[in-house]
Each structure stands twice: as structure tokens, then as C-alpha cells.
């Protein structure tokens, strides 16, 4: 067997993770490889297992994909929640 771990940090690992879980349960028929998700307080944690080099990188891609997903949307949902205050500067003009 083959294994892969990867470590991903981000600042919401548990609302990444939760975005990420319901993909757990799906389980394609014929499928050469196994995968575990976890995560601590700042990282999300993936480990691929699979028979051969093949099926190892087409999983480790699709699961990447998915983490970076949910990372990037989860970054853009921060943000909308939580704008940065804007700052405008000019000359004030009286009349």
C-alpha cells in the first residue's frame, strides 16, 4: 500500500472540516484507495492510502481540491462577515 499525509494550515479548521465531512460518506464503487480526514485547533489533516501510484495521485488531487475549496470559500465568507473598514482621503472644500 501506498500513503500520503498532508497538513494544511487554516484559520477555521473546523468549519473547513465540516464543509469537507459529507464528502466522506460518499464511497465510489471500485474505488483503489482510502482516505482519513482530521483536523486540530489550525490544520486540517489528510491521509491517503491506495494500491497503486495511479489511483494515490488522482485521490490526493481530489481531496486537495476539495480542502483548498473550502478553505478559499471559507476565507471569502470571513470577509463578507467581517469587511475591512475603508478609509477615504481628500481635500475638504469649502464654500
Known sequence: MLRSRYVIGT???DGV?????PELEVRIAGSRSYLAISNTEE?????VES???VSLR???????RLVMVATEIDAIA???LN???TSVT???IST
Not at 17 to 21: E, G, K, L, Q, V
Open 17 to 21: 472540516f465540516s464543509a469537507i465531512a
Open 58 to 64: 488522482a485521490a490526493t488531487n481530489s481531496w486537495l
Open 83 to 85: 469587511p475591512k473598514p
Open 11 to 13: 484559520s477555521n479548521s
Open 78 to 80: 470571513a470577509e463578507e
Open 43 to 47: 490544520t486540517i489533516i489528510v491521509e
Open 90 to 92: 481628500g481635500d475638504l
Open 51 to 53: 494500491e497503486d501510484l
